[in-house]
């Protein structure tokens, strides 16, 4: 079991930066894919972002690519998404999710472990 508890969430105006962070506890994540997942009112969840935690390999959803940068620390057990230059259409509910995986993956399916969810809501 991984549990995944998300912090960092909250309302900034457009243009402004938040940091969410992701800490991570019940196994080593050397396995692992983390991915950032967001989902908005009456949308679908997407995948955001994601990080193989052994070799750092990354994906970015073309909407947040040179905006949003995932980043993970081993001693901390802990991966964060730093979110830059935000617009009102990034807001949406933010998810950590972990998979055991030696790929990356995007689809929510794929992953076996969710935090709570932490909310972004960007002003206009």
């Known amino acids: 079991q991984v549990q995944l508890v998300e912090s960092g969430g909250g309302l900034v105006q457009a243009g402004g930066s938040l940091r969410l962070s992701c800490a991570a506890s019940?196994?080593?994540?050397?396995?692992?894919?983390m991915g950032w997942f967001r989902q908005a009112p009456g949308k679908e969840r997407e995948c955001v972002a994601a990080i193989r935690w052994s070799v750092g390999n990354i994906y970015y959803a073309d909407s947040v690519k040179g905006r949003f940068t995932i980043s993970r620390d081993n001693a901390k057990n802990t991966v964060y998404l730093q979110m830059n230059s935000l617009k009102p259409e990034d807001t949406a509910a933010y998810y950590c999710?972990?998979?055991?995986?030696?790929?990356?993956?995007?689809?929510?399916?794929?992953?076996?472990?969710w935090g709570q969810g932490t909310q972004v809501t960007v002003s206009s």
């Open positions: 999710a972990a998979a055991r995986s030696l790929v990356l993956l995007t689809s929510q399916g794929a992953y076996d472990y």
């Open positions: 019940g196994r080593t994540l050397s396995s692992y894919v």
